[in-house]
C-alpha cells in the first residue's frame, strides 16, 4: 500500500519561505500526477499545485509567482516551495498520489507575525 509523509511545515512570519515534502513510501507514486491542496477549518480542500509526469505544473491563482513545485525521484520526494507567505496561506497542506489515490495526513502551516 502507497504511503505519503507530508514534512516541513510550522510557524513562519509573512513574506518568508517554507519548504514542505511529500515524501513516498514508493517512487511509482509521485512519477505521475502529484497534487497539492490546503485546507482550513469549515472550507473546502482547494487545490494550491500540481505536477504531471513529464515536470509540468499548474498552480491556483491565488499562489501563482509565489509557489513551486518540483519533484525529485531519486529521494521519492515532491517539493512545495512556497515563497512570499502571506497569512491567507496559514492551512493544512496535504499531498497526494493521483495515480493511486493516496493522500497523507497533512502538515500544518502558519503564515503570522
Known amino acids: 500500500q502507497v504511503q505519503l509523509v507530508e514534512s516541513g511545515g510550522g510557524l513562519a512570519q509573512p513574506g518568508r519561505s517554507l519548504r514542505l515534502s511529500c515524501s513516498a513510501s514508493e517512487s511509482v507514486a509521485i512519477q505521475y500526477v502529484v497534487t497539492w491542496f490546503r485546507q482550513t477549518p469549515g472550507k473546502q480542500r482547494e487545490l494550491v499545485a500540481r505536477?504531471?509526469?513529464?515536470?509540468?505544473?499548474d498552480y491556483a491563482d491565488s499562489v501563482r509567482g509565489r509557489f513551486t513545485v518540483s519533484r525529485d525521484s531519486a529521494k521519492k520526494t515532491v517539493y512545495l516551495q512556497m515563497d512570499s507567505l502571506k497569512p491567507e496561506d496559514t492551512a493544512v497542506y496535504y499531498c497526494?498520489?493521483?495515480?493511486?489515490?493516496?493522500w497523507g495526513r497533512g502538515t500544518q502551516v502558519t503564515v503570522s507575525s
Open positions: 505536477i504531471s509526469a513529464d515536470g509540468s505544473a
Open positions: 497526494k498520489s493521483e495515480t493511486f489515490g493516496a
